[in-house]
């Protein structure tokens, strides 16, 4: 299998303290990112829900960065449910990717239920290469959830239980997870096996035995 590639040289790491996340208040907060499609795939209502039950963690923020068909009607929930702790912030730039990856502490790529096997979140690629670790909230059988359980990049949640999910979110928030080593066994995963130049490498291996045949 050849998975989805990521350009890994320049989708690199850099520290939380950057010039996008000073612009942005982060660099003194605790971070959960969703950064991509705001739309029907993602079950992004559980992460806003996931939010009222950390009312009381005043360091965190919830920064959820895109837009799509959802957009509008996940900003009206966290104003119904006044959580205050989530941002809604637009696409950022390409240049600035890698800084804006880079400022969160936990990223959380969700997958409603049902759509293992065909739907896969590439932005998991990008979240490895700047080496930070993942909460996926997908069923087990995905192969977002399999590869991060494979690597030991993360955790993986069920799909629409958004008290599971702020579990998790609190538990990297008090240090019971070594998110560096996470972080670091993600970024070494993506470069060895899902970096565009591997994957190419890949394809064209697998033209020239087709084309001997």
């Not at 996008?20 to 992004?44: E, I, P």
Request: with cysteine; aromatic share 6%; charged share 25%.
């Amino acid at each position: 299998m050849i998975p989805n590639w990521v350009d890994t040289k320049r989708l690199a790491p850099l520290g939380k303290d950057n010039d996008w996340a000073r612009g942005m208040g982060f660099t003194d907060k605790f971070v959960v990112m969703h950064s991509g499609n705001v739309g029907h795939a993602q079950d992004l209502d559980s992460l806003v829900r996931a939010a009222t039950f950390l009312r009381d963690l005043d360091d965190l923020v919830v920064a959820i960065i895109g837009t799509g068909a959802r957009h509008a009607e996940l900003v009206a929930l966290a104003q119904l449910l006044e959580v205050d702790r989530v941002a809604f912030l637009y696409y950022q730039s390409r240049h600035v990717l890698p800084q804006s990856l880079s400022a969160a502490d936990v990223h959380v790529v969700g997958l409603a239920p049902g759509l293992a096997g065909y739907v896969v979140p590439s932005r998991l690629y990008g979240i490895l290469a700047v080496a930070r670790p993942v909460i996926v909230a997908a069923d087990d059988d995905s192969e977002t959830a399999q590869v991060v359980q494979q690597i030991g990049c993360g955790i993986v949640v069920p799909p629409g239980r958004p008290e599971l999910l702020a579990r998790a979110i609190r538990d990297t928030h008090d240090g019971r997870y070594d998110l560096e080593r996470m972080g670091r066994l993600g970024r070494e995963w993506v470069t060895a096996e899902a970096d565009r130049d591997v994957a190419v490498g890949r394809y064209r291996e697998l033209l020239l035995e087709l084309a001997d045949i």
